[in-house]
């Protein structure tokens, strides 16, 4: 996104394609006069006008509804003038370029992507994490993905940070008075519990922090990428999880040559899951490209989870593909095909009472280092599948995060309690490092203005709204 500039903007800002209604929106500063012309008549603020859209000829374009928001008090903080009419593309690029035409003396051009929202936030009608939500409620995959994009929009994670944001300029501004008469630095620490303030701000930012880490995964969801070798049932525990076949499966190995993506959700928790190609030597072009693809979606897994024969658990080809699994990513071991031993129902957690553990060559990742038992023909052990990947992803199953949250919002809250840390050892050491004292808390204060937006550079502005779509 370019720099902000005030030309008056306009751009479509119902979805592409057709329906029932479609919308244009055009902000910008002093339209009034301009926005009763292009209707024909005065239009009363808030008011919806019901009238025919003439283009420079007077001939009609469409008919709809005309509403005019003046400023400040509208999204933008500037004029708005909403035309909605029939929601054909054809109809609405007509009317798209018969105002562009009448606006063209005034500068009047089309938005860019974001372009309205940033202007709200330009104009302190929105702030940063608020304007973000606008985003993520409409990206919103599962209604709680939405009820908590609304909140975020409706300023409860804004709510948050201004309050720990608070509690650091009342201590800076007594840090700062004390820097002012050096004969106070003796008793400032002690004088104003300035320890204890630190570990009550603390406590706060942690469960702030803990929040919006359950919203990041509400919002970004987990990227699962099967793996194992041919015809150990990765396509078939796909479908299974998937409740539908969205794969194919047969019991020829190497059905598979390329990576299959399905969404599905657990708890209201977006799990992206790769079904890949099986992994083993072959002379086949077409399967050894697929493969190398899955070893590329493997490197790019936020969780792996290796499916293996259960009646072939230590299969030394097994053993080479732990070895090769990139380290930092938490892998399941899941042994599938548990029906075909006949040792009955599997229990609800994946367990065999009595049985004996084989472990593969390298240690893996999961919350108890044992493999889950599963069968992905009858569906047994899914259950504690499920549990296991949100207990990953870090969710508490039956939980709503209050708010959605993003990646440089973690960040940022992680930025701000490492300050607070350092500031508290500046603290318990001795009272003769206050500018050091006082310093740890101007980064806090500066790391969760970040996330409203308070200093914010232009270059994450750009980034940020450059990713919305066009109209908002």
Known sequence: MTEFSSDPIIAIATAPGRGGIGVIRISGAGLRGWADALCGQALTPRHAHYLPFRDRGGEIM???????????????????????????????????????ARGADMGLRLAQPGEFTQRAFLNDRLDLAQAEAVADLIEASSTAAARSAMASLSGA??????????????????????????????????????AERLGAVSAALDCVLATARQGLVLREGLHVVLAGQPNVGKSSLLNALAG???????????????????????DGIPLHIVD????????????????????????????????????????????????????GVPVLRVWNKMDLLGHGTVPADGSIPGKSERHASREVDTPDNMPLRISAQTGAGLDALRARLLAIAGWTPGTE????????????????????????????????????????????????CGITGQFTSDDLLGEIFSRFCIGK
């Open 276 to 327: 890949t190609a099986g992994l083993r030597e072959t002379e086949d072009t077409v399967e050894r490209i697929g493969i190398e693809r899955s070893w590329a979606e493997i490197a790019r897994a936020q969780v792996i989870l290796h499916l293996q024969d259960a009646r072939h658990p230590d299969d030394p080809l097994d053993a080479q593909i732990v070895q090769r699994l990139p380290a």
């Open 244 to 266: 539908e076949d969205v794969a194919i499966v047969t019991p020829i190995a190497g059905t598979t040559r390329d990576r299959v993506v399905q969404q599905i959700h657990l």
């Open 62 to 100: 469409d008919e709809g509804l005309a509403l005019f928001f003046p400023g400040p008090h509208s999204y933008t903080g500037e004029d708005v003038l909403e035309l909605q009419g029939h929601g054909g593309p054809a109809v609405l690029r007509r009317v798209l370029e018969d105002c562009l």
């Open 157 to 194: 994670f804004s709510t948050e940070i201004d309050a720990l944001s608070e509690r650091i300029v009342r201590l800076r501004m007594l840090v700062e008075a004390t820097l002012d008469f050096p004969e106070e630095e003796i008793d400032f620490l002690e004088k104003y519990q300035a």
């Open 401 to 448: 995060s209050p708010w959605l949250a993003r990646e440089r919002h973690v960040r940022a809250l992680e930025a701000a309690r490492a300050h607070l840390e350092a500031a508290a050892m500046h603290a318990a050491h001795s009272d003769q490092v206050l500018d050091l004292f006082a310093e740890e808390l101007r980064l806090t204060h500066e790391a969760l």
